[in-house]
C-alpha cells in the first residue's frame, strides 16, 4: 500500500473514479447452486481441427476445440488428454460441455498410444502453446479472444497422472483436473505444486485403484495447496470421462471447480463445499470468502484497522489515524463523506470489487 498524507476527500474521490472506470463489476451470485448448472449450458459450440488451420503441435497428434459462438470473449482455456492406449475421443464429451458453459476446451491425441505420463505433460502443455498462438492467428474464430494468462489442464489415467506433471513443471496454470488419475510409483517430490488440483476418481476402480493412485495424489499434493478429491461410490476407471458420470455431479464438480480456479468467479466455491450424495469420499481443503453485507454506512470517527467489504455501498465520514491500516471494498460505490480523512503516516486502499470476485486491482 501507499503511504498517503492528510488529504482532501475530493482528491480521493477522483482516484477511485479512475479504479472504476477501468474494473468490470462482478456479477451477483443470486444464489448460485449446483442444480444451476446445466449440460449443456447457455452457450451454442462450434469446433476447430487442424484442417480449420490450428497449429498441429508436435508433442501431440491431432486437436479438437471446441468454443462458445454466441459469447463474449475474452476465454479461459483448459487441454484434455486420454490415457493409455485411448484416443481423444475417450475424454471429448468434456468439450461441449465446458464450452457451452464460457470455457474455450481443447481435447488432443497422443503421438503414440502407449505414451507414458511424462509424454502426456509435454502433450498437455504443447496444447496449452496451440491455445495460446490460436489468439493470435489471423483467420481464427478466437482472434484476440484467448484468457492468455488463464489455461487449466486435465487428464484420464495416465493423462491424469500427466496433468499433475504439468502442474508441477508449470506454475503459472490455474487449475489440474485428474480424472482417475495413473502414476508409477510418484514421489511427493513429483507432485511439489500450488496449482488447485482437482481428482475425481472411482470406488471401484480396478485400472487405477484409489488406494495405490488418487489417495496418493491427494496425499503427495502439498497440504498448503488447493485440492479436492471426490471418489464416487461404485465408480470405475471411467467414471469421470463424461460429466454425465455419478448422476451428473462429476460436471458439477468440475465446472465448479474450474469456474473457480480457472475463471476467478468465487460465486462457485460454495457449490464445491458439500459432499455429493455419490460420494464414497469427499475430502478437501478449500476456504471459501466469507459473505460481505450489502452495505456498510458511517464508518466515523477513528476507524479501526480493518478490511470493509460491503456488497454495494461503503460510506465513511470518519478518520484512519496515522499508523492506520484501512482497506475499503465495495461492488459499486464506496463514497467519501465530508471529514473523511487519512492522517499521514496512515495506510489506505479503496477498491470496487464484489464479494464473489477476485481481483488484482489495486
Not at 107 to 133: C, H, K, M, W, Y
Not at 184 to 210: E, F
Amino acid at each position: 500500500m501507499n503511504t498517503v498524507p492528510t488529504t482532501p476527500f475530493s482528491t480521493i474521490l477522483l482516484l477511485l473514479s479512475l479504479l472504476i472506470s477501468n474494473f468490470s463489476f462482478a456479477q451477483d451470485c443470486n444464489g448460485l447452486t449446483r442444480d444451476d448448472i446445466t449440460n449443456p449450458g447457455m452457450y451454442t459450440v462450434a469446433t476447430l481441427t487442424e484442417a480449420d488451420g490450428i497449429r498441429n503441435g508436435p508433442e501431440y497428434s491431432g486437436a479438437t476445440v471446441y468454443y462458445p459462438t454466441n459469447a463474449t470473449g475474452p476465454f479461459p482455456g483448459i487441454v484434455f488428454v486420454p490415457g493409455f492406449f485411448s484416443p481423444q475421443s475417450s475424454v471429448q464429451a468434456w468439450g461441449p460441455f465446458l464450452a457451452s458453459h464460457g470455457i474455450v476446451t481443447m481435447t488432443v491425441g497422443t503421438n503414440s498410444l502407449f505414451d507414458f505420463p511424462g509424454a502426456r505433460r509435454d502433450a498437455l502443455l504443447d496444447g496449452i502453446e496451440t491455445l495460446r498462438q490460436e489468439n493470435t492467428r489471423a483467420g481464427s474464430p478466437l482472434l484476440g479472444n484467448i484468457d492468455v494468462e488463464r489455461f487449466a489442464v486435465a487428464g484420464w489415467s495416465m493423462g491424469g497422472g500427466g496433468a499433475q506433471l504439468a502442474g508441477a513443471a508449470d506454475p503459472s496454470l490455474k487449475a489440474v483436473m485428474a480424472l482417475c488419475p495413473w502414476l508409477d510409483g510418484p514421489t511427493p517430490s513429483d507432485l511439489d505444486h500450488a496449482v488447485p488440483l482437482l481428482i475425481l476418481s472411482g470406488q471401484d476402480d480396478p485400472t487405477a485403484p484409489p488406494n495405490s493412485h488418487a489417495n496418493v495424489h491427494y496425499d503427495y499434493t502439498p497440504a498448503t495447496t488447493d485440492k479436492l478429491i471426490f471418489e464416487v461410490a461404485g465408480g470405475d476407471h471411467g467414471v469421470a470421462n463424461d460429466p454425465i458420470g455419478a448422476q451428473d455431479d462429476i460436471g458439477k464438480i468440475g465446472l465448479s471447480w474450474l469456474k473457480r480456479y480457472l475463471v476467478g468467479d468465487d460465486c462457485y466455491c460454495p457449490l464445491l463445499i458439500d459432499t455429493p450424495a455419490t460420494a464414497s469420499r469427499y475430502d478437501k481443503t478449500i476456504i471459501c470468502p466469507a459473505p460481505c453485507p450489502i452495505s456498510i454506512i458511517q464508518l466515523v470517527e477513528i476507524i479501526p484497522d480493518n478490511i470493509y467489504h460491503a456488497g454495494q455501498v461503503l460510506e465513511s465520514e470518519g478518520t484512519i489515524p496515522s499508523g492506520g491500516n484501512v482497506v475499503f471494498k465495495a461492488g459499486q460505490e464506496i463514497d467519501l463523506k465530508e471529514g473523511f480523512t487519512v492522517e499521514l503516516g496512515a495506510d489506505f486502499e479503496a477498491l470496487i470489487e464484489g464479494c464473489g470476485f477476485s481481483s488484482n486491482l489495486h
